[in-house]
């Protein structure tokens, strides 16, 4: 049964297609990191620290603008298509997996509670949240981005031509969808040859490789069995 969609009606003619995906995905992504660096000020200017690294508040910078472009290009193809249940549940499953080796998610006997701690925009508020059974570390900027990650699997799976197995198989063996999984270790400093500010690097750079190869996969609607030419 091949995936279900909706036409893109109502959209005007710029909007649509993959150009119209680019289109709307600049503005999305441009907004939303205007909207970062007007926060970014009123934070500096409220005093709450004299000196911040540049490269520091740029990561969230990137990653929330590219998972907001992101969104829009996918929702601006030409239809919309209809998340089934298994797709949806490997996405779901995609972000776990991700918020796992990050560290962001562990699993051991805990109590029950919420802190939360404040800092720079993007990477604060940090929620850390004690579920019983596990313990989850929700950093904005990067979660957000996690989850976008798995959404767009989700939509990607739908939109596939052939099986769902052929749809999974054919994502995976493209290196571009595995590289969030190296670069959350690598986040994680559980690289010995990857420390400090150029783990972060390298998360970003696959985190942004993934969410276009993702995307195009979306905006094509067509089958992921081979990675995209170079």
Do not use: K, N
């Amino acid at each position: 049964m091949g995936p279900v969609t909706e036409p893109a009606e109502g959209l005007p003619p710029r909007l649509r297609g993959a150009s119209g995906a680019a289109y709307r995905g600049f503005l999305a992504g441009s907004l939303v990191a205007l909207a970062y660096l007007v926060v970014l000020g009123g934070y500096l200017t409220a005093g709450e620290t004299d000196v911040i690294d540049p490269l520091r508040a740029a990561y969230p910078l990137v990653w929330l603008s590219l998972s907001a472009a992101a969104i829009a290009g996918a929702t601006a193809g030409a239809g919309r298509a209809t998340v089934r249940p298994w797709p949806a549940a490997i996405g779901g499953g995609y972000v776990l997996l991700l918020a796992w080796i990050s560290g962001q998610l562990t699993f051991a006997p805990t109590g029950f509670g919420v802190e939360a701690s404040a800092g720079l925009p993007g990477w604060a508020p940090v929620v850390i949240a004690d579920l019983g059974v596990a313990t989850a570390v929700v950093v904005p900027f990067q979660s957000l981005g996690y989850v976008v990650l798995g959404a767009l699997l989700a939509r990607a799976l739908s939109v596939t031509g052939g099986s769902l197995l052929a749809g999974v198989l054919g994502l995976f063996t493209c290196a571009g969808c595995v590289l969030p999984v190296i670069a959350a270790v690598a986040a994680a400093g559980s690289v010995p040859v990857i420390s400090g500010g150029l783990s972060y690097a390298v998360s970003t750079a696959a985190f942004a490789l993934t969410l276009g190869v993702l995307t195009a996969v979306v905006v094509r609607g067509g089958p992921t069995t081979a990675c995209p030419r170079e």
